[in-house]
């Protein structure tokens, strides 16, 4: 386990770094880049609730039934019954052994989820709009109905220059969606043909449904990352993406220290902090698969 460590005294007060987190802040949608380790890096994708596709009919149903799922969840984590309190952790069981990868693909929302942003026309510019007034957002069919599209807002991809290289940045991503792509889709598929078979424990009133309820779970999951790893893929094809360096935000001298939790630090920062539980199952899935290939 890495040591946790006051991190207000490694951000610094460089005119760049302020100018870089004041344009991260503006960002309605953004890309971040956590390093887990030296060879793999967490990308989670922070989003504001007014970028999404609230017309979408299906964005509302799937929101629906993942807030009612996640109350009836709470509600049998919280069961005192034995039976209940076995089940829930058989399946916390199951689900910490499921890859990080997964989570980070989830956090990015499939292309039909978020409005299109995009660029004010040359007329416009030229009246001097502020940032939030030119910023005008569409959704993906009227986008693509449009005979000349205009030019789309490029996602910015924040990430720890003093950590990660550029170069190996791009070559995860690319690793990232490429594997998601493949085995979410097998996963997904894998889920949907079991689930049948789990039908007839419905008309056993004492038992509950639970292998039904974890592969239908176990399938949204594998679809959500499925839908992450195609939109990563469509935003590099169409060079959406827009590499935003976080520079001097640890002192040189700390750099080569041992025991310093940079997740904290960028996490902190970035406030992005509901994703600390998640940063942590990556770091520790990496540490003991490090030292399972060490044996």
């Keep these: 386990m890495l040591k946790i460590v006051n ?3 490694f951000i610094s007060s460089d005119n760049l ?3 870089t987190l004041e344009q991260y802040a503006r960002d309605p949608v953004k890309l971040i880049a956590i390093p887990i380790n030296k060879d793999s890096n967490f990308i989670y994708c922070s989003h504001k609730d007014s970028i999404l596709n609230k ?3 299906l964005i509302a149903a ?3 039934l993942v807030s009612k799922s996640a109350m009836i969840w709470k509600k049998m984590s919280q069961s005192p019954k034995k039976m209940n309190k076995k089940i829930v952790s058989w399946v916390n069981v199951y689900l910490d052994q499921i890859p990080w990868q997964e989570q980070s693909l989830m956090s990015i929302p499939g292309e039909n989820y978020i409005l299109k942003r995009i660029k004010p026309s040359r007329e416009k ?3 001097e709009l502020t940032e939030q007034q030119s910023e005008l957002t569409i959704t993906r069919g009227q986008y693509l109905s449009t005979v000349q599209k205009p030019a789309l807002k490029p996602i910015h991809l924040y990430y720890p220059s003093q950590l990660i290289s550029r170069e190996s940045l791009v070559k995860q991503l690319t690793q990232l969606y490429l594997n998601g792509l493949k085995y979410h889709k097998k996963k997904a598929l894998q889920c949907l043909l079991v689930l049948p078979l789990t039908f007839p424990l419905v008309l056993i009133p004492v038992v509950p449904n639970i ?3 974890y592969l239908a779970y176990r399938a949204y999951c594998n679809l959500k990352a499925y839908l992450g790893a195609q939109h990563i893929s469509k935003m590099i094809e169409d060079g959406a993406i ?3 360096e976080i520079k001097q935000l640890l002192p040189e001298e700390n750099l080569d220290e041992t025991g310093v939790d940079y997740t904290k630090v960028i996490t902190d920062t970035l406030d992005i902090k509901e994703i600390d539980p998640t940063i942590a ?3 520790k899935q990496e540490a003991t698969k490090t030292e399972s290939d060490a044996h």
Excluded: D, H, M, W
Aim: proline letters at 4%.
């Design 7 to 9: 991190t207000r005294r």
């Design 17 to 19: 770094l302020r100018q």
């Design 55 to 57: 017309n979408s009919k």
């Design 62 to 64: 799937e929101r629906y």
């Design 125 to 127: 510019a030229r009246e």
């Design 211 to 213: 292998p039904g309820f």
């Design 242 to 244: 827009e590499y935003r």
């Design 281 to 283: 199952k990556a770091v």
